[in-house]
């Protein structure tokens, strides 16, 4: 899995991100880096931009889409997204139980 998502990395240097409540930010505005990836036996994390924490609980389906542009996860048991705040550090933790995210890459 790790080494699925480092080959994506390594085509796809930035990208938006598509929670399933919606874009995280202005849709195509901010431009996000993946900076740590550990895959546990129950969890995958996802660390980017060294401020945001994707912890997917029980995951294992994801895909590539869009010839190799956009990285979607879907299926999971839930979903933390854990960041602290672009400028003042803020704390904040949002959590989905079920839907998609979707990396969706800038290098078209």
């Not at 924490?53 to 010839?67: G, R, S």
């Not at 400028?87 to 079920?98: A, P």
């Given at each position: 899995?790790?080494?699925?998502?480092?080959?994506?990395?390594?085509?796809?240097?930035?990208?938006?991100i598509v929670?399933?409540?919606?874009?995280?930010?202005?849709?195509?505005?901010?431009?996000?880096?993946?900076?740590?990836?550990?895959?546990?036996?129950?969890?995958?994390?996802?660390?980017?931009d060294e401020?945001?924490?994707?912890?997917?609980?029980?995951?294992?389906?994801?895909?590539?889409?869009?010839?190799?542009?956009?990285?979607?996860?879907?299926?999971?048991?839930?979903?933390?997204?854990?960041?602290?705040?672009?400028?003042?550090?803020?704390?904040?933790?949002?959590?989905?139980?079920?839907?998609?995210?979707?990396?969706?890459?800038?290098?078209?």
């Amino acid at each position: 899995m790790v080494e699925t998502i480092e080959n994506w990395k390594s085509k796809n240097k930035s990208f938006g991100i598509v929670l399933p409540s919606g874009w995280f930010g202005r849709p195509y505005d901010n431009f996000h880096h993946i900076t740590w990836i550990a895959d546990r036996k129950f969890k995958l994390l996802i660390e980017i931009d060294e401020q945001i924490l994707l912890v997917f609980t029980k995951t294992k389906q994801f895909e590539v889409i869009h010839d190799n542009k956009d990285l979607l996860f879907k299926i999971f048991l839930r979903l933390t997204f854990d960041r602290l705040g672009y400028g003042d550090l803020t704390v904040h933790t949002e959590t989905f139980d079920n839907g998609e995210i979707r990396f969706v890459s800038y290098n078209y």
